[in-house]
Each structure stands twice: as structure tokens, then as C-alpha cells.
């Protein structure tokens, strides 16, 4: 009899530990959520400013991304040929695009195999592995629940006589199958030599046709591809951002797609597509426009009904609201995690772009003109776009150089904007090793851990909360077990109150190394206090017992 009760004991406290750490959360380290005065210039700064110096004291190797988040991390292959994915925190990612299966309409098979399989076919040295390994590897071995997307592109830069070629994507059958089997090599691939389960697969679909003239033709031919898929393989499917009228997709259109996609992938990296009189950043963010992404996600998450009833500033209100929260849950955001340079000829009054701008670009720029990396000093924050800018006069010429930028201060923005504002949990990072400087990329990293991850718990945490809940449960145990212990509490008014102190302190012990109540320095401190204020009592008790004058009073 007695073995069972320790058996039930054991299997009561391991349920409960089991039960808590499914669903506790670590506390924030660093960072607050920001207010609904977002907009605030000081809130900005001091909420950068603090970014900043956690990237450099976290580490970001101890965070996991929360389950309700689903962070894309994307790699083209020029970058995996350099092997910059070697610095990358994969655990701080949920879901890698990798692969460029850039689709040859007319046989269905990759343009460039060497791209399509450069993910493979690379290796570099994995910094915790310590041996080389190719991006699947790397990100498997550091996070064993990442999953991997094949990146499955088109673009009409094939060919002379577009409708033409995109009727032979979308309606032959031979060019079809010849692509169904192909990524159906492809996944058997992943299965068997790299040991990826089916369900952490499948496919990232980023196609760009220029118009919408065969949108409908597009969605019924990615049902038939979701449909060769295997049931428990994703499909994730890229939307264009509404940048000009006209340009993104009607609620029916996106409620289509939302019958057999797992996830919606706004990309809202072109905004500047056709601006052609003043720089703007590649990415809106103004409350005020329907072309921006708050405009985007009002378009799709909102009926068109529902919208001739709501003002715009409500819009905001319901886009984040639990009406919608089901439909809102299966959308993501693609940054760009790439500046812009333009370079205006201030005499004529006249704009070009120059193309994409990097953050190490950036900063030679800014080197070669002042001999100084003090980006801070110099850059200021544009409200409406969240990008960090600054205009560079070019010396002996009427020209000027005018930048976009993004660094860890900038995307903390656009994140808690996203998250806080328009109640959007998933966010895709367009190239993610478009910043590859070591002292770069840490604050991109770090962001990424203080707004969508928790700190792992350590083994040693998991050990003592579950030895700890042994003492509580013992003070319960022996109430029951013992009629003795019963009788002493009921007859003795100061055991009652001993008794109660110390099964509420040993309680809170236990709720502290199980993190219930956070594992700050104070709760620590009171913790240890308790700790070692119990053992010299013990302590003192034993001394008291063996001593003659104790015996004498007992006596």
C-alpha cells in the first residue's frame, strides 16, 4: 500500500511540472510592449536605444520563438554559395525558404538546377556542430522542429509571348507532372537522406505575373498542386501588398486561397515600385493610406461589406480584434530586410534609384564621407515608414545621395507595429543574410528573440522545480497519511501556524525555480533566503533536541 502512495505521489508531481512547462512562458528580459502611442518620437528612441544594448548582453542562442509565432527566415542561393548561413541563430526561426525552384514554363522543371539545389549542395562549418554542414543540416541540428519550405518561383522574364508561356505553366498537363514529380524527388529526398518528417515540409509559392489577368487560372492551379502534396505537408503562399490601386488581390480572391493554404505571405517589400518622383522607403507602414500595409490587411482580413460600415480609423480596431482573429492568425508580413539608395540631382529636381542598399553598404558610404560609424548621431526615424534615413550631400556636385536603412532599432519597430498595432504573429524576412557583418547582425537577431521569443528553460530549472514540488505536496501527503499530524495541528494553535508558514514559503520556492512567479533577482534572493532560513532552523531544532536542558523541559 505504502509503495503505491509513493507511486501516485510521483505521477501527481510529474504531471503537474509536465502541465506547467507546456504552458509557461519565460518573462520579457529587456523589453515592454509598445503603447498604443506608438507613434511617440521619445518612446522610439528609448525603446531603440534599449534594443541595442540588449543585443549585446543576451544570449541569443538560450531563445526559442513562442508556438504562436511563425517566423520565415528566407536564403537565396547566392547567398548560401557564400556560406554566410553559418552565422545564423536558426533556433530564433520556425520556418526556412530555401531552394529557388525557378520554374521553366515550358518543361516544368528548374531553370538553374545548380541554384535550385545550391541549399545541398553547400557546405561551411557550423559553429555549434563543429563540422561542416549544408543549411538543412545546420538548421535541423540547432532547431529540430524548424521547417523547410522549397522556395517554388515564376516571373515573366521567360520568353517573348508571355500569355503564351503562362498558358503552358498553368494548363499543360506534361509540364505539370513533370514539376509535381520533381518536387515530389525533392521531398522523398529531404525524408530519407536528411531525415525530415513530411510534416515539416513543403512549398513556398512566389509567383509575379506582372497583372491579374490570370489570377483565376493561378489559384486553381495551386489547388492542384496543394492537392499533390501529402495532407500533412504546408503550402505558404506569397500575395502582393496593395502598392497602387488595383494591384492586390480582393477579399474573395484571398478567402480562395484560404480554403486549401496554410498560410498567406503579404509581400511588402515594393512599395517603391512606382514612385518615380520622390525616394520612398520599400515598405509603408502609414495608418493613413489605404496603399500601405495597415491598408493591405484591411482589404484582406476585412469584407467589403464590413468595411462600408466601419470608418478607417476603426479599421484599425477591428483588423486586431477577436472577430477576426481566426483568419488574421493565418497571415504573415514579408519585410525586406534591404534599404533603398536614390540620388537626387538637386538642380534639376529630379530622382534615380539607385537599387537596394544593405546595412554594410550603409555604413562604408557613411565611412568614406565622415571616417565615422556613429549611425545613430546622424539617422532619424521617418514615423509613417519606420526606416531609418539620411540624405548625403555628394561634395563638388549638385547631387545627393539619400538612404533607407534597417538595423535592429528600425525592425524592433516594424515588429512590435505589426505585432502590438495590427495584431499580425507571423513575420517573413526577405534574405536573411543580407546583413552578414558579425557586429551587424546580432541586433538583427536580438530583436527578433525579445519580441517573438522566450528564454529555454534549463535542465537545471526543470530539476529543481520538480524536486521542489516534492515538499509541498509532502506537507499535504502528511495530513492525510498521518491522524498524528492531524491531531497536533488541531490541538496546537502555534504547529497550525508553523505549519502553514512553511508550506507557503516552500510553495513559492517551488513556484520560483518553476518560474510561475519570474525568476528575477529578487525572487531568487527572497528564495535562497527561505531556503537557507529553513535548514538553520532545522538546524537549531536538532541542536536543541540533543541538548540536556531541552530534554529537562520535554521531561
Not at 181 to 195: A, C, E, G, I, V
Not at 418 to 429: E, P, Q, R, W
Not at 434 to 463: F, H, Q, S
Request: aromatic share 14%; charged share 25%.
Amino acid at each position: 500500500m505504502k509503495r503505491n502512495y509513493k507511486v501516485l505521489i510521483f505521477l501527481f508531481s510529474f504531471l503537474i511540472c509536465n502541465l506547467y512547462y507546456v504552458e509557461v512562458d519565460a518573462a520579457h528580459p529587456v523589453l515592454e510592449r509598445l503603447s498604443k502611442r506608438y507613434f511617440k518620437k521619445n518612446k522610439l528612441k528609448k525603446l531603440g536605444k534599449r534594443a541595442q544594448r540588449a543585443a549585446m548582453d543576451i544570449d541569443l542562442e538560450e531563445y526559442s520563438i513562442k508556438f504562436q509565432h511563425d517566423i520565415i527566415g528566407m536564403e537565396p542561393s547566392w547567398m548560401i554559395e557564400e556560406g554566410y548561413y553559418a552565422e545564423h541563430y536558426f533556433n530564433l526561426l520556425s520556418t526556412l525558404v530555401v531552394g529557388e525552384y525557378d520554374i521553366n514554363p515550358l518543361t516544368g522543371y528548374p531553370r538553374n538546377s545548380s541554384a535550385m539545389n545550391m541549399h545541398l549542395t553547400k557546405t561551411a562549418r557550423d559553429k555549434n556542430a563543429k563540422q561542416n554542414y549544408n543549411i538543412i543540416q545546420s538548421a535541423d541540428f540547432n532547431n529540430s522542429r524548424i521547417n523547410f519550405l522549397l522556395h517554388l518561383t515564376y516571373s515573366d522574364d521567360f520568353g517573348q509571348n508571355k500569355s503564351l508561356i503562362r498558358n503552358s505553366l498553368l494548363n499543360e498537363a506534361e509540364v505539370f507532372n513533370n514539376l509535381t514529380d520533381s518536387l515530389s524527388n525533392y521531398f522523398t529526398r529531404l525524408t530519407k537522406d536528411y531525415k525530415i518528417a513530411k510534416e515539416r515540409t513543403g512549398l513556398y509559392v512566389q509567383f509575379d505575373f506582372g497583372d491579374k489577368k490570370n489570377l483565376k487560372s493561378y489559384i486553381a492551379w495551386l489547388k492542384k498542386v496543394h492537392d499533390q502534396l501529402d495532407e500533412e505537408q504546408k503550402l505558404y503562399v506569397v500575395v502582393p501588398a496593395n502598392i497602387k490601386r488595383g494591384y492586390a488581390y480582393s477579399y474573395d480572391e484571398i478567402t480562395q486561397l484560404l480554403e486549401f493554404a496554410d498560410k498567406i505571405v503579404i509581400d511588402a517589400t515594393n512599395f517603391d515600385k512606382y514612385q518615380k518622383k520622390v525616394p520612398v522607403p520599400p515598405t509603408n507602414f502609414s495608418p493613413k493610406s489605404d496603399y500601405s500595409i495597415f491598408g493591405t490587411l484591411k482589404q484582406y482580413l476585412i469584407s467589403p461589406e464590413m468595411i462600408d460600415k466601419l470608418q478607417h480609423a476603426q479599421a484599425g480596431e477591428y483588423i486586431r480584434s477577436n472577430k477576426i482573429a481566426e483568419r488574421r492568425a493565418r497571415f504573415a508580413v514579408m519585410l525586406p530586410y534591404f534599404g533603398l539608395e536614390y540620388q537626387i540631382d538637386k538642380k534639376k529636381n529630379q530622382m534615380r534609384k539607385v537599387g537596394p542598399l544593405t546595412l554594410e553598404n550603409f555604413y562604408s558610404y557613411e565611412l568614406g564621407k565622415s571616417g565615422s560609424l556613429k549611425y545613430s548621431t546622424k539617422v532619424f526615424s521617418k514615423n509613417d515608414s519606420i526606416f531609418a534615413m539620411l540624405n548625403m550631400p555628394v561634395e563638388g556636385t549638385n547631387f545627393e545621395k539619400h538612404f533607407f536603412v534597417d538595423d535592429g532599432f528600425t525592425l524592433q519597430n516594424k515588429y512590435f507595429y505589426l505585432k502590438d498595432t495590427l495584431g499580425i504573429d507571423n513575420v517573413a524576412l526577405n534574405s536573411i543574410s543580407y546583413y552578414k557583418t558579425k557586429d551587424r547582425i546580432k541586433p538583427m537577431w536580438a530583436v527578433l528573440a525579445l519580441t517573438y521569443g522566450k528564454e529555454r528553460e534549463k535542465m537545471g530549472w526543470i530539476i529543481a522545480s520538480f524536486l521542489m514540488g516534492f515538499i509541498p505536496i509532502g506537507f499535504v501527503f502528511s495530513i492525510y497519511r498521518n491522524w498524528e499530524v492531524r491531531n497536533a495541528l488541531a490541538k496546537y494553535g502555534n504547529i497550525f501556524t508553523r505549519f502553514n508558514l512553511f508550506f507557503v514559503l516552500f510553495l513559492f520556492l517551488f513556484l520560483t525555480a518553476a518560474n510561475v512567479v519570474p525568476r528575477k533577482t529578487v525572487a531568487l534572493v527572497i528564495a535562497v533566503i527561505i531556503l537557507g532560513a529553513f535548514f538553520i532552523y532545522i538546524l537549531i531544532k536538532k541542536i536543541l533536541m540533543r541538548s540536556k536542558k531541552y530534554v529537562n523541559i520535554v521531561k
